[in-house]
T-cell receptor, first 114, second 116 residues
Framework: AQSVTQLDSQVPVFEEAPVELRCNYS??????LFWYVQYPNQGLQLLLK??????LVKGINGFEAEFNKSQTSFHLRKPSVHISDTAEYFC????????????FGRGTSLIVHP | ETGVTQTPRHLVMGMTNKKSLKCEQH?????MYWYKQSAKKPLELMFV???????ENNSVPSRFSPECPNSSHLFLHLHTLQPEDSALYLC???????????????FGNGTRLTVT
C-alpha cells in the first residue's frame, strides 16, 4: 500500500517570500511523484513530476521539487512567490508495478498576502 | 484551454431529480476517471475506465452510475442524490500502456454540484 502525507493544510506567506510545501510518502516499492496545482474554480493541473534521474525537478511557474529517497519526501519550493500562486497544491504518488492509479495527498492551501 | 471539457460547470438538483454530467477529452487518451472533491476532504477516486472498460469502482453508491461509450467520452448519471453528495466532480484522462505507466492525469475544470 502507499500513502501520501501533506503535513500542512494551509501555508500563509507574504508576496516575494520563499515557500516550501511538504510532502512525504510511504511505499515499499519505487514510486513516481507528482505535484498538481488547483486554482479557484478550476481542475488540477500538473506542476512537475519526478520519474527518474536527477532528484531536483523543475516545473512550471518557477516551482521546483526535490526527491529525497532516504527521507521519502518530495517537497515543493519556490524562491519568491506571487499573489497569483495562491491556490491548492496536491502531491501525488504512483507506485511502480501497481495499477498506476495515483494516490493524492489532502492538499495544502497556499495563501499569498500582499 | 484544457484538453478535458466538463459540462455543465454548475448544477443544482433536487433529491428526486435525474441528471447527467458529461466529460469529453481531446487528448487521445485511453483511460478516464471520475473524482469527487468535497470541502476539507481528500480527493476521492470514484470510477476508472481503461479502453472503455470499467476497471475501478471505489465502493461508490449505486445512485452514481458511470457510462463510457468510447475512449473520448465519460458520463456520470445521477439519481436520488443526497445533500452530502454536493461537491466538485472532476473528470480526468490519462494515457496508459507499457510505455506510459507513469503519465500524469489531465483534469477538466469540474462540475460544481449542489443537491438541495
Amino acid at each position: 500500500a502507499q500513502s501520501v502525507t501533506q503535513l500542512d493544510s494551509q501555508v500563509p506567506v507574504f508576496e516575494e517570500a520563499p515557500v516550501e510545501l511538504r510532502c512525504n510518502y510511504s511505499s515499499s516499492v519505487s514510486v513516481y511523484l507528482f505535484w498538481y496545482v488547483q486554482y479557484p474554480n478550476q481542475g488540477l493541473q500538473l506542476l512537475l513530476k519526478y520519474l527518474s534521474g536527477s532528484t531536483l525537478v523543475k516545473g512550471i511557474n518557477g516551482f521546483e521539487a526535490e526527491f529525497n529517497k532516504s527521507q521519502t519526501s518530495f517537497h515543493l519550493r519556490k524562491p519568491s512567490v506571487h499573489i497569483s500562486d495562491t491556490a491548492e497544491y496536491f502531491c501525488a504518488v504512483i507506485r511502480s508495478g501497481g495499477s498506476y492509479i495515483p494516490t493524492f495527498g489532502r492538499g495544502t492551501s497556499l495563501i499569498v498576502h500582499p | 484551454e484544457t484538453g478535458v471539457t466538463q459540462t455543465p460547470r454548475h448544477l443544482v438538483m433536487g433529491m428526486t431529480n435525474k441528471k447527467s454530467l458529461k466529460c469529453e477529452q481531446h487528448l487521445g487518451h485511453n483511460a478516464m476517471y471520475w473524482y469527487k472533491q468535497s470541502a476539507k476532504k481528500p480527493l476521492e477516486l470514484m470510477f476508472v475506465y481503461n479502453f472503455k472498460e470499467q476497471t475501478e469502482n471505489n465502493s461508490v453508491p449505486s445512485r452514481f452510475s458511470p457510462e463510457c461509450p468510447n475512449s473520448s467520452h465519460l458520463f456520470l448519471h445521477l439519481h436520488t442524490l443526497q445533500p452530502e453528495d454536493s461537491a466538485l466532480y472532476l473528470c480526468a484522462s490519462r494515457e496508459t500502456g507499457t510505455s506510459s505507466y507513469n503519465s500524469p492525469l489531465h483534469f477538466g475544470n469540474g462540475t460544481r454540484l449542489t443537491v438541495t
